[in-house]
Each structure stands twice: as structure tokens, then as C-alpha cells.
């Protein structure tokens, strides 16, 4: 039977071909010959998917696991320090400085704009670029599990705990939605989950609610295209031609499918009527081409993810391991239900990909590595179990060698006796010894 790392992994490199597949399919164009076998394995999907599994690799076997859960005495978390003015908020800030200067390189001579948006920054490779938006969803997932198992119970604190942790998430989030609103909301709602998780009160967020919706309605009101995205929303046929356009034509490409599909590469919207089919509108061509049953195989492969991924998230005893599992698992999850809540007219248009199924190598290629972490996180929970087992099986062998043995009723002089006990106020088991010390030495008087 497979484990939960392996069905990661396995549903991970199937969805990743199946992108491959896809993609190719959705980049034909009217006058173009067909594409081939050929042409698909030597082509940039089929290398990028290919760094995407390596990346996967590499990650499951290079994540320190081990090393989070023991790390050394001096570059355990000091939490007398985790204060406003102590280290922790340095430490944080800094990361969030270079987040920002990462996100900022868009605006530099090696960024890239596509329609009207700074989304890319140029490699200087042939036409290949880097989405730096991508690195920023991931690195909040770290900094937030990083976060919490500093402060730790500090966390329940609305004002010492919980808001440098909002602030920084809002800042790097704030940063992301001048370009990418989609992203922006993401990142807080992954933020959010792990905050919750690690101890946070609900109530808390529940309070900072109407600050988030205002947030996301100035975000909207300053650029018209999202206020008619919304409208189009509402109602597409009120301007078919222009803002309600590209939500018309992927409801045709889902309708048009129908049960079974038009066949791979037969579809009709790819041809220049449904905007952005290779990236984030890949869905709607799955479901015209290989039709409702196709759109459940996608489905069903998530859903098996996310199930493979808590199962691992629950099998770890140390609690920053298991808020990077959460974190990947609900940046796959929530990245997803919003893509396709767009691509059914469920929600307003919005750029956001598909994971690994979406033609963008930076998204291919981090998401493939964030998920091979939870292959990591397997491996190493599979190995403590085995450890424990192995140190069970020592301790009734010795016990079994023990009982033929006379007993006695007190320890030798000088002798300890160790015992294990759990600290509520710490994540890990620690042990206890009691010292049984000798008799004091008799010491001659002195004589004044």
C-alpha cells in the first residue's frame, strides 16, 4: 500500500503530464499544423514539467525535517525574546524588506509587462521569465510557521502576538495586489489558516473581517478594470463584447463538452475565441475537450492531494513541521478552488493558476517543490515511528532480560533513575532525571 508521501508524489507528476498534455493542446492555433508526439516531448512544457519533478526530488530528499524538529541550542527559538522590541519582529521584518525588494524587481529595466501588467521579471534566456509573486506566496507560508512556534503562546495575544504577524503578512500582500489582487488574497487566507492552526483565536479574525473587505473594495475601486470585472460578474451579457467576454466564452467551452468531450486537441475555443487557455482558463478547455469526465478526474486528483497531504500534516509531532505542511496544502487547496470558482462563473474573472496544471514554468516548478516538502515530512515521520518502535522493542527485550534476574527493592547508592515526561508548555518530549546522590561526608570540625 502506498504511503501519503508517495501518493503526493504520484498525484503531483500526474497532474504535472497532464498539464503538459493540456497546454499543448490549448496552444494550437488556426493555421498551425497539429501538434505530435514529438513536438510535445521537445517541447518547453515538457522541460519545464521535467524541473518541475526534479524539483520535487530534491526538496523530498533535501527538506531538514530533522534538523526543524532538534534543531541546535543555538539556533533554537528564544521565546523570553519574542517581543515587539526583541529579535523575532527583526528577524521577520527583514524577511519582509526582501520579499518586497524581490516583488519590486518588476518595476526594474529586467521587468517584463504583458497587457498592461508588471508581473514578470526577464532571465535573459531565450523568452524565459520568473513570476516573482509565486516566491512570495511560499515564503509567507515559512515565515508563518516560523512565526508561530516563536511566539507560541504569545500568539493569543491580539496586540504583543497576532498583529506583527497580520501587519507583515498585509505588507507583503499589499505589495503583491497592485499587480495581482488573486495572489494578494490568497497569501492572507493561507497566512490566516496557519495563524489559526499555530493558536490563534478565531474571534480575532472575525473582527478584522470589515477591514479585510475594505481593503479588497479600495483595491477594486482604483483599478476600473477589476470594478468591470465585477460587474461582468453580475451579469456578462450586459457588455458580451468586451468585460463580459472572456467569462461567455469559457461557460461555451464547459457547455460545449458536454459528457465525454470534443476529443483531445479537438476543441473549438482554443482557436482565438477564449482568452488566456493556456494559463488560467486551462480548466475550461479540459472540459470541452475531454468533457465532464475529465473535469471529475481533475477534481478527483486535488481531492486526493489534499487528503494525502493532512494525512502526513497529522502524523507530525512537532508543530512548525506541521503548520509547513498545512501551509503547502492550503496554498494548493485554496489556489485551486479559486481557479476554478473562475473558470465555472462561480466567481469574478481573476488571473490565477490552476496548480501544476496551468502552462507557467514558476508556478510548475515551486508548487512541485512546496509539495515535495510533504514528501519530506513523510519520509522523516516514517523513520520517527520506525525509531520509536525499534527503541520499544529494545526496552521489553531488556525487561524480559531483566525479570530472571533477582529484583531489589532500592537502587544502588549513587544510582539514578530516568524518566520521560511531556512539558505542556513545549512541543517536544523531554526527559527527566532524578539523581539519587550519596550520603553526605563527615568533615572534621574546625577547631576555633
Known amino acids: 500500500m502506498l504511503r501519503a508521501g508517495q501518493v503526493v508524489a504520484a498525484v503531483s507528476i500526474a497532474l504535472l503530464m497532464l498539464g503538459v498534455v493540456m497546454v499543448s493542446s490549448a496552444g494550437m492555433e488556426m493555421g498551425r499544423s497539429p501538434g505530435t ?54 528577524a521577520m521584518w527583514v524577511v519582509v524588506i526582501v520579499t518586497i525588494a524581490i ?97 490563534g483565536k478565531v474571534w480575532q479574525f472575525v473582527m478584522l473581517v470589515p477591514l479585510a473587505a475594505g481593503a479588497i473594495y479600495t483595491a477594486v475601486k482604483l483599478q476600473p478594470y477589476r470594478m468591470a470585472r465585477i460587474t461582468a460578474f453580475l451579469d456578462p451579457y450586459a457588455d458580451a463584447e468586451r468585460s463580459g467576454y472572456h467569462m461567455i466564452q469559457s461557460m461555451v467551452a464547459i457547455s460545449d463538452g458536454g459528457l465525454a468531450g470534443r476529443g483531445l486537441g479537438s476543441g473549438i475555443q482554443k482557436l482565438g475565441y477564449l482568452p488566456e487557455d493556456t494559463t488560467d482558463f486551462v480548466f475550461a478547455i479540459i472540459c470541452e475537450e475531454l468533457g465532464i469526465a475529465g473535469a471529475i478526474t481533475v477534481s478527483v486528483l486535488y481531492v486526493v492531494l489534499l487528503w494525502a497531504g493532512l494525512a502526513i500534516v497529522r502524523k507530525q509531532k512537532v508543530l512548525q513541521l506541521k503548520l509547513i505542511g498545512l501551509g503547502v496544502i492550503a496554498t494548493v487547496g485554496i489556489q485551486a478552488v479559486i481557479n476554478l470558482t473562475v473558470v465555472t462563473a462561480v466567481g469574478p474573472t481573476k488571473g490565477i493558476a490552476l496548480p501544476l496544471i496551468s502552462g507557467g514554468g514558476t508556478g510548475w516548478f515551486l508548487t512541485a517543490a512546496a509539495l515535495g516538502v510533504l514528501v519530506a515530512l513523510d519520509r522523516y515521520a516514517v523513520a520517527e515511528h520506525a525509531a520509536v518502535a525499534d527503541d520499544e522493542r529494545r526496552v521489553s527485550a531488556g525487561l524480559a532480560a531483566g525479570s530472571t534476574e533477582p529484583a531489589s527493592d532500592e537502587p544502588a547508592s549513587g544510582g539514578s533513575h530516568c524518566d520521560v515526561a511531556i512539558n505542556p508548555q513545549q512541543d517536544t518530549v523531554q526527559s527527566t532525571t532524578d539523581i539519587v546522590t550519596a550520603p553526605p561526608i563527615d568533615r572534621p570540625l574546625a577547631m576555633g
Not at 42 to 52: N, Q, R, S
Not at 61 to 83: E, G, Q, T, V, Y
Not at 185 to 198: K, P, R
Open 37 to 90: 508526439i514529438q513536438s510535445i516531448l521537445l517541447g518547453k512544457h515538457t522541460l519545464f514539467m521535467a524541473g518541475a519533478v526534479i524539483g520535487l526530488m530534491l526538496t523530498a530528499w533535501l527538506f531538514p525535517a530533522k534538523h526543524i524538529a532538534n534543531p541546535p541550542a543555538w539556533l533554537a527559538p528564544d521565546r523570553s525574546k519574542a517581543r515587539w522590541g526583541g529579535w523575532t519582529v527583526v
Open 103 to 199: 516583488l519590486a524587481s518588476v518595476y526594474t529595466p529586467i521587468g517584463e509587462v504583458r497587457k498592461g501588467s508588471h508581473r514578470w521579471i526577464r532571465l535573459g534566456v531565450q523568452d524565459l521569465t520568473l513570476q516573482p509573486s509565486e516566491f512570495a506566496k511560499w515564503i509567507v507560508v515559512g515565515l508563518c510557521a516560523w512565526y508561530v512556534v516563536v511566539i507560541k503562546d504569545r500568539l493569543r495575544g491580539f496586540f504583543a502576538g497576532l498583529i506583527p504577524a497580520l501587519v507583515a503578512v498585509a505588507a507583503i500582500s499589499g505589495f503583491v495586489a497592485i499587480e495581482d489582487l488573486g495572489t494578494a488574497v490568497l497569501i492572507v487566507a493561507v497566512a490566516s489558516v496557519m495563524l489559526v492552526a499555530g493558536g
